[in-house]
């Protein structure tokens, strides 16, 4: 694994979300270097897709965000969606990963404005298909006739034509087979030994370990303990509720 | 009337009713948004048609474009006015709007316009063709060919372009077109504005036919209904062909058993087909 740099490319302080009056997340700083996979890890409802949501300004819902959300340091917290989106700021959210109706060549049409992505990098389809050569015999196929581990696929390809500077992934292993989620996290992985920023959101915490630079351990919607992974495995709160066992 | 008249008639009848439609489909195809004023903006462009005809001597090729602005306008400021509504897809809140935004431009129709009744003459509408026993005018065959020219245009637009991929997935999902960097409000903003634009083309090019008023619309939003549900909500292919088919119903039936109650007959009809075939004649998502 790469040693991350510490320049933070997103940074999130004071960062609190509210679904009506209350509190769902409440988030003093988190910050994520150049070059860094960090794991987010925590039990249903501790709060983790509402932290990438927040971050992204996102939500199927209709909560409420505040505090500040940084990306290479310029503040983004009043940016819509779209607009984070094409600051480099990328969610790929849980289960809903492509568009169904839309082939997998015309998923992967949509790319970064290259006005926009001055200075990132956006994958040409080439190198989607080299990354991902499954995609590449499923190009005129929709969307929706993929199976779980090929829309997974679609979904980091689509985010990396819009030249994510820092990508997000919520749960990107649920609903795949065991071999499928070490594939995906390895390709996540790769990714990131390639220059990529990702902040992972995952629930197989015994799967993400392996490939994670950091972890952070999220509890009814505050970080509870956060660190390299090395010593957060240790962590008795992570071995006994997620690793089957005391440290 | 004979049997080939009648099919004539249900030809251009079907491909009026398709482009009277064809906005509305777009519409709901894309934004999940129903607009009970499309009647009154059909009347609108009828009338801004005649007006600038009328009054400022514009020739009709010019009376077209200025009809189709109007559409816009008004369908921009319409969407811009329930953005917040189409977002939350409240869609109760949304037809109660439509529907008084429709009342306000009939009120505003008859005060610019007067209550009474004028005839749109064009170029075309005063020219025949005669086919053997068989009567048409120009208006006729422009109805058709404007028809089937639009049809294929937003065909290939939806199917082939970007703008179009960016509709469908908006249409899809615009939750997750948020993530692609969609500025998903523009887009609605830019249906609405295409549906205007379309229903006041419709208007200036079949308007012709028949006499116009200040108080019509009520048809217009019934026959819409009718072919974009019978079509599959969404689905531009549906429409045409759910607009042929009402058309050679409506001449058929008026011809052979009543013209009073061809709209009745119309809804007959909606109900036999939704019950057999619940997703109207040609289902299909993401606005194709």
Known sequence: MSAPETRPVLEAEGLEVRYGGNLALSVDRLAIAQGELVGVVGANGAGKSTLVNALAGW?????????????????????????????????????????????????????????????????????????????????GHLGGQLSGGERQMLGIARALRLAPRALMLDEPSIGL???????????????????????????????????????????RGRILAQGPTAEMQDDPRIAEAYLGGAA | MNFAQQALNGLILGHAFALIAIGWTVLLGTARLVNFAHGQMYMIGAFVAWFVMSSWGLPYLL????????????????????????????????????????????????????????????????????????????????????????????????????????????????????LAGVDVRRVYLGVFAFEGAAVALAAAVVAPRTPILTSMGFQEVIITFVVVVLGGIGSVTGSYLAGLGLGFFTAFFGAYVSQAYATAAMFGVLIVVLALRPGGLAARAGGR
Do not use: C
Request: aromatic content about 4%.
């Open chain 1, 177 to 219: 087979a065991p071999r499928l989620v070490s594939t995906v996290l390895e390709t996540i992985r790769a990714l990131v030994d390639d220059g990529l920023t990702v902040l992972l959101v995952e629930q197989n915490v015994k799967a993400t370990i392996p490939v994670v630079d950091r972890l952070v351990l999220l509890e």
């Open chain 2, 63 to 178: 009376a077209v474009p200025a009809a189709m602005l109007a559409g816009v306008i008004i369908g921009w400021i319409m969407q811009a006015t329930l953005l917040r509504l189409t977002i939350k897809q409240d869609l109760v809140s949304i037809m109660i709007v439509t529907l008084g935004f429709g009342h306000m431009l009939e009120g505003a129709a008859g005060l610019s316009f007067g209550s009474t009744g004028q005839i749109l003459d064009t170029p075309l509408s005063l020219k025949d063709i005669y086919i053997g026993d068989l009567w048409i005018t120009w208006q006729d065959v422009a109805i058709v060919i404007v028809t089937i020219a639009v049809f294929i245009a937003l065909k290939l637009v939806l199917e082939k372009s970007r703008l179009g991929r960016l509709v469908r997935m908006v249409a899809e999902d615009p939750k997750l077109a948020l």
């Open chain 1, 59 to 139: 939500s199927r819902g209709e909560p409420k965000a505040t505090g500040t959300v940084r990306l290479d340091g310029r503040d983004i917290s009043g940016l819509r969606t779209p607009e984070r989106v094409k600051a480099g700021l990328l969610l790929i959210p849980e289960s809903r990963l492509v568009f169904a109706t839309l082939s997998v060549d015309e998923n992967l049409a949509h790319a970064a404005h290259p006005r926009h992505a001055q200075g990132r990098r956006a994958y040409s389809t080439d190198e989607i298909f080299d990354l991902f050569p499954n995609l590449a015999s499923r190009r």
